[in-house]
């Protein structure tokens, strides 16, 4: 009896620790899968729509996120966006982005400051830089000279001018490291044929023009005559420029060595800077002297061509740093533009998309009338049956956008490729974005057909009415 009565209390107390709750659980789950298994045609066509619309999502967003630093760097390629100039030189006067003020002969900046660049908070924008020491010259092929050798003396009104700059240099920085840049970086659209000239050796390279005014060929000699009229610095030519601009008319020299001719060691006159930078707004174009202290390191923080001018010339004493407008402008432009058409095809596909759920939703509990009436008729209330077709749709959502975000990868990769010649990177923040916008674009476009879902009456349903 004391057994039979304790395997009563042993029983019971099982009975106890089952929660009715899992049992809910375990049937609404059950109802969830039967739904999907049932009728997969719907289904199939909701995650369809879905994951077309989210793959396209997936490839402009990804496109988007790296379409800056990727046109930025597209950018670099038409040249500097930065000049410096001695801050003695005479007032600005500038006219649709063109900077026509004269230059003093008399003004210049030290060499010696040109690490300090790299010290600047952006300083891994700053790509490259080359200072510039330019003088007028005039050009002549005497019939006895040797080896039919140029020969170049200092002109006002000569008919070329004499560049020193920088071709590939190394500069040491305070750190301990170097940093090599140069012409190359700053004028990248320079084609030179043959070899550019090596920063410690008597070489340099002339420009199409003016090579064949002087019937000069890589391997001849020029020679840089000296204030007297006697022979000078003798120069090799080891490469002929064409730049399409008046380049072609120009000797560039090692700067070192202009700057020897010229009797100002450790001198520049210009010094062009190109940087990674984005794209100004109207906060960006603010004077910086009527900033808060909030909106003055917001501003700073930001890679705006014009906080990058104003960091460099604070390291630079005596300069004034310019913005090339011509570039930097038509970077933001198009920059806006592209951006601006992404953002477009995103919403476009996501309103197809919310569309195509929609009607595919609509359809669906068209098809399920008599089975929730019977739902509701059997006690199930608006809510219940309200949330089980939610959560269909938020299963559906779940799949289809994991289905889009793959195939997303895909076009991304064929249209980075394809525009930007480099594939963007996979990134959690999209998959994540993705998921969330599935998801609202599934209630979105469901929740009229699940609003009148719910608010069926069962009984005229039940009789066919």
Known sequence: MCSFVATCHSERGQESLFDPRDSNIVMFLRLITDSVTRRPRRKLLTIAALALGMAVVTAALSVSLDVGDRLSQEFR????????????????????????????????????????????????????FAPVLEVRIASSTPQFSPASAAFLRQSASGDATLVGTWSSHSLPLSDGNSFLTGASQTRPWWRVKGDWFQDDASECIV??????????SIGSPLILAGPTGDQGVALKVTGILESGGAEDDSVIAPLSIVQAYLGKPGLYRKLYVSALTKPEDDFARRNPKTMTSDEFERWSCSPYVS???Y????????????????????????????????????LAALLAAALAVGASSAASVIERRSELALMKALGAGSTTVGFLLAAEQLLLAFVGGTIGYTLGLFLARIVGTKIFGVAPAPSLLVLGVILALAILVTLLGSALPLRRATRCEPAPILRGE
């Open 77 to 128: 390629s038409l040249g500097a966006n930065l000049v410096v100039t001695p801050q003695a030189d005479s007032l600005p006067l500038e006219i649709g982005g063109v900077d026509y003020r004269p230059a003093n002969s008399g003004a210049y900046l030290p060499e010696s400051d040109l690490p300090k660049i790299k010290s600047v908070f952006w300083h891994n924008n700053i790509i490259g």
């Open 307 to 309: 906080s990058i001018a």
């Open 311 to 346: 960091s460099i010339q604070q390291v630079l004493p005596g300069s004034d740093v310019r913005v090339i407008h011509r570039i930097a402008d038509g970077e933001g432009q198009i920059l806006t533009r592209v951006r601006s058409l992404l953002w477009l095809v995103t």
């Open 207 to 216: 420009g199409s023009r003016f090579a064949s005014r002087n019937s000069l």
